[in-house]
C-alpha cells in the first residue's frame, strides 16, 4: 500500500491519494491511502473537494484519518507532503520518506499547507484559492510521473 500523508488529511495527501488512485487506473493492484498527523476534527473545504470535482476527482466520499502504527503497517512508500511531515514519521514513527515533489524525481521540497503561504488566510479567500489550485494543480501534474516510478520499482523486486 501506498500512503501519503500531510497534517489534516483533508487537502494535501487526499489530493495525492485520489490522484494516484485515478492514474493507476481501477485494475491496479496496487491501493492507495492517505492519513493526517494531526488528530483533531478537520474536514475537506468546500473550495478544496469543489476545485478536485473540477479536476475529475470526486472526494465526497474520503473520511480523514490520523495516523497511527497500525495504519503504517504494510506501507510502503509512505511519502510525505512536507519536510514537517518527514520529521514527524522519523521522530514518532521511526519511518524515513521522501516527500511528495522528492518521490517524483524533484528535489527535497515541501509542498506547503495553506497557513504556511497565506498568512492572512482567514481573510483572504482569492489567495487561499490560488494557492489551493496551485498545489492541486501540481500534485495532480506530476502524479503520472509518480505513478511510473512506483510501477518501476515494483516490477524491479
Known amino acids: ?11 494535501r495527501s487526499l489530493t495525492a ?5 485515478r492514474e493507476l487506473g481501477p485494475a491496479s493492484a496496487i491501493a492507495v491511502s492517505s492519513a493526517g498527523t494531526d488528530d483533531y476534527p478537520h474536514v475537506v473545504r468546500p473550495n478544496v473537494r469543489d476545485y478536485l470535482r473540477e479536476k475529475g476527482l470526486d472526494v465526497s466520499a474520503h473520511r480523514r484519518r490520523t495516523l497511527t ?7 510502503e512508500p509512505v511519502i510525505a507532503m ?7 514519521l522519523r521522530g514518532k514513527f521511526g519511518i ?3 516527500v511528495f515533489l522528492q518521490a517524483c524525481g524533484g528535489a527535497c521540497e515541501p509542498l506547503p499547507d495553506i497557513e504556511e503561504v ?3 488566510y482567514r481573510t483572504n479567500a482569492a489567495a487561499v484559492d490560488a494557492h ?19 510501477q518501476v520499482r515494483r516490477s524491479s523486486r
Not at 491519494?17 to 488512485?21: C, G, I, P, Q, T
Open 82 to 88: 512536507s519536510t514537517d511531515h518527514q520529521r514527524v
Open 118 to 120: 497565506v498568512l492572512d
Open 1 to 11: 500500500m501506498i500512503l501519503f500523508v500531510c497534517t489534516g488529511n483533508i487537502f
Open 69 to 75: 502504527r497500525d495504519i503504517l503497517a504494510g506501507a
Open 132 to 150: 489551493v489550485r496551485k498545489t492541486i494543480d501540481t500534485i495532480i501534474g506530476l502524479t503520472p510521473r509518480l505513478a511510473r516510478e512506483i
Open 17 to 21: 491519494e485520489y490522484a494516484l488512485r
Open 96 to 98: 524515513a520518506a521522501p
